[in-house]
Every structure is written in structure tokens, then in C-alpha cells.
């Protein structure tokens, strides 16, 4: 168990997006936020005295794969009735258009874990791993965290959040990709 902790915004994302089932809500219409993102580390100090090196997300891509999806761009999701009338608008350069299984800031917030914990897990050889990251909507009081599903049989320590009270699980931690919804780190 590790004593380090730290945490890095990533912000200045401007992303257009509908969630068309929310047929009870003005967010069935294309809105847009400047979504920002704040990202818990959690690791063994480095040689530098580090939990993480935040220069690496220039180096190791995470800037340019973020800017990428959600800056300036349209996210849409891949069962949108309307998906085809998008796919045009981007043809005709009108958006640029961002296909995801699924929208909306808890799912923002699950996509950018899962980004920056594999490329972390990478970089530090399994030294760092995310906890967890909540998405912003900008300009709002709303946010969304993602946290990995935890395995019932491991022991649960105490973190410092801004609650206080917040129960991570360690160690073993399942954490679903798109490619593979039972990865285990």
C-alpha cells in the first residue's frame, strides 16, 4: 500500500454532444460544456521524489489523444438514431465527429480513466495507476467520477479526498476496456 497520492486537471475541452434518450430533457438536443477533467494518481515515489511526472503527458501522447476527442469536437453515440445525419455533417466539415458507445460525463469520466491508466501503467512499469477521475461540465455545478469495480475480497484503506471519507479497495482491480471488460490489474 502507498502513502503518495496526486492529482492533475486537464481542462480547455470544448465538446458538443446530445444524449438522445433523454427524451424528458432539453440534453436530448446537441449541447456543449468546456469539459475538464481531474485525474487522482497513486503510486510509489520515482527517483525525482515523484508519484507522477505530469511533463510525461506531452511525451507519452495523453495531451494530443484528449485534445483528439473531446476539444472543439462532436461527440455522438454509436446507437444515435440521428448517428448517419452526424456522420454528413462531418463529411461536410461542419463537426468534427467523436463516435463513442456511449455520452455524457460519467462515461467522459470512465473513457479518460481508462486512457491514462493503461499509458500509466505503461510508462511506470505498474509504479502509478489512476484511481479515479471526475469529468466537469463546465460553466455548471455538475461533475461525474468514475472509479474501477473493486474485487470484495481485499482490504479497504482510508484515502485523502476533499470528503475525507472516500473506501478504496486495493490491489486487485478490475478495470473494463473496451477490448476487454475483464482486464486485472
Keep these: 500500500m ?9 481542462d480547455g475541452f470544448s465538446t458538443a454532444f446530445r444524449q438522445w434518450r ?3 430533457s432539453h440534453c436530448q438536443y446537441v449541447h456543449g460544456y468546456a469539459l475538464k477533467f481531474k485525474v ?3 503510486g510509489e515515489l520515482d527517483s525525482m521524489n515523484y508519484v507522477c511526472d505530469f511533463g510525461c503527458f506531452k511525451r507519452n501522447g495523453i495531451k494530443d489523444e484528449l485534445a483528439n476527442q473531446f476539444d472543439h469536437t462532436t461527440v455522438v453515440a454509436a446507437d444515435d ?3 448517419e445525419i452526424f456522420k454528413k455533417m462531418d463529411k461536410a466539415g461542419l463537426v ?3 463516435v463513442m458507445e456511449h455520452v455524457g460525463c460519467e462515461r467522459y469520466a470512465e473513457w479518460v480513466y481508462n486512457l491514462i491508466n493503461k499509458k500509466m501503467q505503461e510508462e511506470t512499469d505498474g509504479r502509478v495507476r489512476v484511481l479515479k ?3 466537469f461540465e463546465g460553466g ?5 467520477i468514475y472509479y474501477p469495480l473493486l474485487k470484495e475480497n481485499n482490504p479497504v484503506t482510508k484515502n ?3 470528503s475525507g471519507i472516500t473506501e478504496y479497495k486495493e490491489r486487485l482491480v478490475e478495470v473494463p476496456t473496451d477490448n476487454n471488460p475483464k482486464t486485472f490489474i
Design 22 to 24: 433523454a427524451t424528458h
Design 160 to 162: 485523502d479526498d476533499e
Design 40 to 42: 487522482w494518481f497513486e
Design 81 to 83: 438514431p440521428h448517428l
Design 133 to 135: 477521475v471526475e469529468s
Design 140 to 144: 455548471t455545478n455538475n461533475s461525474a
Design 2 to 10: 502507498t502513502q503518495f497520492k496526486s492529482t492533475k486537471i486537464f
Design 96 to 98: 468534427q465527429l467523436r
